[in-house]
C-alpha cells in the first residue's frame, strides 16, 4: 500500500525542485529577470516553476493583486484568490498551447478584496537548454475601464438593435459594395423575403430591381461612399411573389464598429401610386375618347391602357353585332394567334353573350372552372383569372371588354375599379366615333344621323374667317392668341364673319334654346371669358391649316348657366364645312371634385382618428396616476387639489380627443329609435336663455316626423354646434331658423350626395342671417383645426360631419358672404318595429360575490395603462394577471391553472389585437367575461365583439372610478 508524503514531506521536495530550476536557469536569465522583478515597469510580471509555484512577483504585480511578494513567493497559484478559476490552471492545456505558439492569454476577473476587475495576462514559457518547459512568465496588466467601455458599447448597440428591428418603416443595413448585412421585419414584410435570405445578397442578385434601376441605385450608392446620404427617390421594387411594390428611399452613410456601411430606410407608397396612376389613365382615355374620332385609334388607346394595370396580361374588345347580336373580338393584346382564332366569335345564343346581356361585370377564376378540362383553350393559354365588363350605352351592351391575368388567380379590386370605370365611358365614345364615321362616309344618312345623334353638334362655314386669315398670312403676320389678344377688331372681324349653318336638337336641348332661329340670333350669350379663349385657339389652328381642333371649355345656357365642356370640330371637306361637337363633362368635373374632397377628407380622419387613439392612451396613464396618488392625500390637502386639477384637466384633453374621434370616426354609443324633434324641444329649452337677446330663434317642425336610429348625445351635440356657430356669426341683430321634415330621397339625388340612398329620410336644417362665408372658405369647413375665428381648435364642424357620415347621413351647406348659412342634415328614417339599441352586457342577476376571489386578466400593449389599472383593481381586493398583447392573453387562458373571472381587453395591440384574440379567449374559457376597452369610440369593429358575447365597452382614457364601476358592473359585484 502506497503511503502519501506527509505536508513537511512535499515543502522539501518543492525546495529541492526550486533549487533544481534555479540551478538549471541560465545565470543571464535570472539577472534579467530579477532586474525586471526590481524595477518600476508599468507591467505586472511574475513567475512560476512549472508546477505553477511563485518564484517571482513584481511591484506592479503587488498592486494590481493586492499582495506583497514576500507574502506569495513560494506559494502555488492556486492558492492565490481571484486566480484559482481560471482556464491557465488546467496545467495540461497550457503547457500543451505553449508548447506549440509559446504564449498563453487568460483573464482574472477579481483581486483580493473581491472588487471586479479584468486582467489579461500573457503567459511565456521558460525553457532549459534541452528545449524543456521550466517555468511560466506572467505578463499582466489591468484592463478594468476598456471591459466597461465595452460593455457599455454592447448595451448601445443592443439598445440600437431593439429600435431598428421595431421601426414601423423597412429598415436595411448594406456594405459600400451594396450587399445585404442586416434587415428589419419591415423590411421581410415589404420584399417577402426572410432575413436569412437577404444577407449576403445585393438588389441585383435577388432582381429586386430593373437593370435601369440598378443603374441608379448604384449612383445612390457611389454618393453613399461619398459620405451624403440620398433621398427621397423613388423605386418599384419586384418582391419574392413577383408582385410590385413602390416605395419611397433614403439613405444614409453611418458608422458600425469602426465600419461605415449604409442604412436605407423604405417607405410603402403603392397606394398612393396606384391613385395617381388610376386617376393618370381615366384623364388619358377621356382625353383620347374627346379628341379622335376614330373608333380603331380609340380601341387600339384602352388596349395600351389596361395593359399598364396591375394583373392584366392580356386585353381584347368584342364588338356588339346591332342586328344579330353576336360578338366578335375586334381589338386584342397579349392573346396568342391560337386564341384569338378559337374566341374571336360567339353567337347569339352562346352562354358568353347571355352572360353579357346581363350587363353587370363578371370576374372568375380559371384554375377552378378548367380543372377538369384538360383540352381547353384557356387552360393551354395559361390564364389564370378573367373579368368580362360589358360596354354600354342607353342601358344597351354595345361592346364588351375582356381582360386576363397569366399571373394571378384573380383580378386586383383596383384594376377593377379602373375597368369598369373605363368602360363606363367608352359606351358614348363607340356611339360618338360611330355616327362620325357614318357623317362622313354616308350623306344619305347624313340628315337623319346630324338630327339624332347624341352628341351636341353645330356645322358652320368658316371659309370667311379663313380667306381673312390667310390675307394676314400674305402680310406675314404670325397669328396666335396674342395677336388676337392685341387686335380685338380683328377678332371681332373673324367673328362676325363664321356663319352657322345647321345645329341638331341635342345642341338645343344642350344650351336650353327653343329654337334654331333663337340660337343663331343670340349666339354670343353662351360664350364667357373662357370660351372666348377657346374660340381664338379654334382660330389660331384654322390659321394653321389643322384638319381638328378638340379642348376643355366652358359655355353659358340660355338661363344663364355655365357649363363645362370639351369644344372640338371637324373639317369635313372644306373650310364652308366644319363640324363642331359639344361634349358636356359637368358632371364629370362636379365628380372629380368631390373625389378629391372624399380623399382629402379620408386622410385627414385617419390621421385625426390615430392621434386621438394615442392620446387617449396617454390620458390613461395621467389620469390613473392622478386618482392614484389622490388616494394618499387627505381632500381639503393643497396636494389632493392640484391632483384633482390635474384630473380634470386631462378630462377636458379627452373630450378635445373625442371631437376628433367624432370627426374620424362619428362612433354611435348608444344607438336607440328616437325622433329628432325631441332633441330640438329638449335642448332648445335647456339653452335657449343662453342666446342673446338680439336673436329671434323660430322653430319649425313636422309633427308627424319619422323616427331615426341615433345615438342622442350626439344629436344633441350636433345641434348645439350648429346654433353656436350660427350665434356667432350675428353680429347684430339677426335670425336662427330651425326646421324639420321628412323628405324622400329619389336615386338621381342619392347618387350625387353619396353616401344617401333612396328613400325615407328626415332632414334638420338650420338657417341664420349671419355674416356667411365666401366660395373659398366653404370647401374648407369639415377639415379638423380650420376656423373662421381668430381663436378656437376648429374641431365643431368636423366633428359634425363625422357623426353625420357614421350614421349614414348627409350634410350640405349654403352659404352667401354677409347674407347668411343654411345647413341641412339627411339621416335615414327607420319604421318603429325595427330594432331597437343592443344591451352592452347582461344584466340577469346573479349570487354576490366578494372583490377579493376574482381575478382579472388585464390585457393592453401600454405599460401605464397595465401599471394603473393593476394598481387600483389590487386596491380594490382583485387579483390581477397582465399581458402586453392577444398572443400571450391566449397563452395565460389556455395554460393558467386556476380562475379568471374577467378580461380588460384592448383593441389595438401589436402581435394580436383584440378583435382576433376575443374569439380565442371565449373558446379557452367559455365562462370568462370581457370588457373591451379601445381608445376609438365604440366602432363596428367593436360593436361586432360586443354582439358576439363580449359583456361591456370601455373607452379610454377612463377615471380609474369608471373602471372600477364598469367591473363591478359586469362582475355583479355590490
Not at 381648435?793 to 350640405?812: C, K, P, Q, W
Request: charged share 30%.
Amino acid at each position: 500500500m502506497k503511503i502519501k508524503p506527509t505536508y513537511q514531506e512535499l515543502q522539501e521536495e518543492n525546495k529541492i525542485l526550486r533549487k533544481h530550476f534555479s540551478e538549471k536557469m541560465k545565470i543571464s536569465e535570472l539577472i534579467l529577470l530579477k532586474n525586471i522583478m526590481q524595477s518600476n515597469t508599468e507591467i505586472s510580471i511574475a513567475a512560476t516553476d512549472i508546477d505553477l509555484n511563485l518564484i517571482c512577483f513584481n511591484k506592479k504585480a503587488e498592486q494590481i493583486f493586492g499582495y506583497n511578494a514576500k507574502d506569495v513567493i513560494g506559494k502555488n497559484l492556486t492558492e492565490i484568490h481571484g486566480m484559482e478559476k481560471v482556464e491557465f490552471l488546467r496545467i495540461e492545456n497550457a503547457i500543451e498551447i505553449i508548447k506549440k505558439q509559446n504564449r498563453y492569454e487568460y483573464f482574472v476577473t477579481t483581486n483580493k478584496d473581491d472588487e471586479i476587475k479584468y486582467y489579461k495576462s500573457i503567459v511565456n514559457g521558460i525553457w532549459d537548454d534541452s528545449k524543456n518547459l521550466d517555468g511560466f512568465v506572467l505578463f499582466t496588466e489591468d484592463i478594468t475601464e476598456q471591459k466597461k467601455a465595452e460593455e457599455t458599447l454592447k448595451n448601445s448597440e443592443e439598445r440600437l438593435k431593439i429600435l431598428f428591428e421595431s421601426a414601423p418603416n423597412p429598415y436595411y443595413l448594406a456594405d459600400q459594395k451594396g450587399y445585404f448585412i442586416d434587415g428589419n421585419k419591415a423590411a421581410e414584410d415589404l420584399l417577402g423575403y426572410k432575413k436569412e435570405e437577404l444577407i449576403g445578397k445585393s438588389f441585383l442578385n435577388l432582381k429586386i430591381l430593373s437593370v435601369k434601376q440598378i443603374l441608379r441605385a448604384s449612383k445612390l450608392l457611389l454618393k453613399n461612399i461619398q459620405g451624403k446620404r440620398t433621398g427621397p427617390d423613388e423605386f418599384i421594387l419586384k418582391r419574392k411573389d413577383e408582385s410590385q411594390v413602390y416605395t419611397e428611399m433614403h439613405t444614409y452613410p453611418v458608422k458600425i464598429k469602426n465600419r461605415t456601411v449604409i442604412l436605407g430606410i423604405a417607405h410603402d407608397i403603392t397606394e398612393r401610386k396606384q391613385a395617381e396612376n388610376n386617376m393618370h389613365i381615366q384623364h388619358e382615355l377621356a382625353l383620347i375618347t374627346s379628341g379622335s374620332n376614330s373608333l380603331d385609334f380609340i380601341m387600339e388607346s384602352l388596349l395600351d391602357l389596361s395593359m399598364q394595370l396591375d394583373s392584366i396580361d392580356c386585353v381584347g374588345i368584342y364588338l356588339v353585332n346591332e342586328f344579330s347580336g353576336s360578338i366578335n373580338l375586334k381589338y386584342h393584346r397579349g392573346f396568342t394567334k391560337e386564341f384569338v382564332q378559337s374566341a374571336s366569335y360567339f353567337d347569339v345564343n352562346s352562354p358568353n353573350v347571355k352572360l353579357i346581356n346581363k350587363e353587370k361585370p363578371i370576374y372568375y377564376n380559371y384554375s377552378e372552372i378548367l380543372l377538369q378540362k384538360e383540352d381547353d383553350i384557356r387552360k393551354k393559354e395559361g390564364l389564370r383569372a378573367t373579368a368580362i365588363i360589358p360596354i354600354i350605352f342607353k342601358k344597351k351592351t354595345i361592346a364588351v371588354l375582356n381582360v386576363a391575368s397569366l399571373k394571378y388567380d384573380e383580378i386586383s379590386e383596383n384594376s377593377r375599379l379602373i375597368l369598369e370605370s373605363l368602360a363606363a365611358q367608352l359606351g358614348s365614345a363607340i356611339i360618338r366615333t360611330q355616327t362620325i364615321e357614318k357623317l362622313t362616309s354616308s350623306e344619305e344618312n347624313y340628315r337623319h344621323l346630324f338630327e339624332e345623334s347624341p352628341l351636341s353638334l353645330v356645322k358652320e362655314d368658316w371659309s370667311g374667317v379663313k380667306k381673312l386669315l390667310e390675307k394676314k398670312k400674305k402680310e406675314e403676320i404670325s397669328i396666335s392668341k396674342e395677336y388676337f389678344d392685341k387686335n380685338p377688331d380683328f377678332f371681332n372681324s373673324c367673328i362676325s364673319a363664321i356663319k352657322i349653318l345647321d345645329i341638331n336638337k341635342k345642341t338645343l336641348e344642350l344650351l336650353k334654346f327653343k329654337s334654331k332661329d333663337k340660337f343663331i340670333r343670340d349666339v354670343k350669350m353662351i360664350f364667357n371669358a373662357k370660351s372666348l379663349i377657346t374660340l381664338k385657339n379654334e382660330l389660331n389652328a384654322i390659321a394653321n391649316d389643322e384638319k381638328s381642333f378638340s379642348e376643355e371649355s366652358e359655355l353659358v345656357d340660355a338661363k344663364g348657366k355655365t357649363l363645362s365642356v370639351i369644344i372640338k370640330y371637324q373639317i369635313v371637306g372644306d373650310y364652308k364645312n366644319i363640324l363642331f361637337s359639344i361634349i358636356d363633362i359637368s358632371e364629370q368635373k362636379q365628380a372629380e371634385k368631390l373625389m378629391l374632397k372624399t380623399s382629402r377628407m379620408e386622410v385627414t380622419a385617419t390621421l385625426a382618428a390615430g392621434v386621438a387613439h394615442d392620446f387617449n392612451n396617454l390620458m390613461v396613464g395621467v389620469l390613473g396616476n392622478a386618482d392614484l396618488l389622490k388616494l394618499q392625500y387627505d381632500k381639503n390637502s393643497d396636494v389632493f387639489k392640484k391632483l384633482k386639477n390635474i384630473a380634470d384637466n386631462a378630462n377636458k384633453a379627452g373630450e378635445l380627443s373625442q371631437k376628433l374621434l367624432a370627426f374620424a370616426r362619428g362612433g354611435k354609443y348608444h344607438p336607440q329609435i328616437l325622433n329628432i324633434n325631441t332633441i330640438v324641444k329638449d335642448t332648445l329649452s335647456l339653452n335657449k336663455h343662453s342666446f342673446p337677446p338680439r336673436i329671434n330663434l323660430e322653430i319649425n317642425i313636422e309633427p308627424e316626423l319619422l323616427s331615426i336610429n341615433a345615438d342622442s348625445s350626439q344629436m344633441t351635440q350636433i345641434l348645439m354646434n350648429l346654433c353656436i356657430n350660427s350665434v356667432e356669426s350675428i353680429k347684430n341683430n339677426g335670425n336662427i331658423i330651425i326646421k324639420t321634415y321628412n323628405i324622400d330621397i329619389d336615386k338621381e339625388f342619392a347618387e350625387s350626395h353619396p353616401p344617401l340612398k333612396e328613400g325615407n329620410h328626415i332632414c334638420l336644417t338650420v338657417e341664420d342671417t349671419g355674416s356667411g362665408m365666401d366660395k373659398d372658405i366653404l370647401p374648407k369647413i369639415f377639415e379638423p383645426f380650420f376656423s373662421t375665428k381668430s381663436t378656437g381648435r376648429g374641431l365643431g364642424m368636423a366633428a359634425v360631419f363625422g357623426i353625420i357620415e357614421n350614421h349614414d347621413g348627409y350634410i350640405s351647406i349654403e352659404s352667401e358672404f354677409a347674407k347668411g348659412t343654411t345647413i341641412n342634415i339627411y339621416i335615414p328614417a327607420v319604421k318603429l318595429e325595427e330594432k331597437r339599441n343592443k344591451i352592452l352586457y347582461d344584466k340577469k342577476s346573479k349570487k354576490k360575490i366578494s372583490a377579493e376571489a376574482l381575478t382579472i386578466l388585464i390585457i393592453d400593449d401600454e405599460e401605464m395603462v397595465l401599471d394603473v389599472s393593476k394598481q387600483f383593481l389590487e386596491i380594490h381586493g382583485y387579483k390581477t394577471i397582465l399581458a402586453n398583447n392577444g398572443q400571450e392573453a391566449v397563452n395565460i387562458a389556455q395554460n393558467y391553472d386556476k380562475d379568471i373571472h374577467l378580461a380588460l381587453l384592448d383593441m389595438g395591440m401589436p402581435v394580436m389585437g383584440g378583435q382576433e384574440a376575443f374569439p380565442l379567449l371565449k373558446k379557452a374559457r367559455p365562462e370568462l367575461k370581457v370588457i373591451i376597452c379601445s381608445g376609438y369610440e365604440l366602432d363596428s369593429a367593436a360593436q361586432l365583439l360586443l354582439d358576439s358575447g363580449a359583456n361591456a365597452f370601455l373607452q379610454k382614457p377612463f377615471r380609474l372610478k369608471s373602471l372600477t364601476q364598469k367591473v363591478h358592473e359586469v362582475l355583479d359585484i355590490n
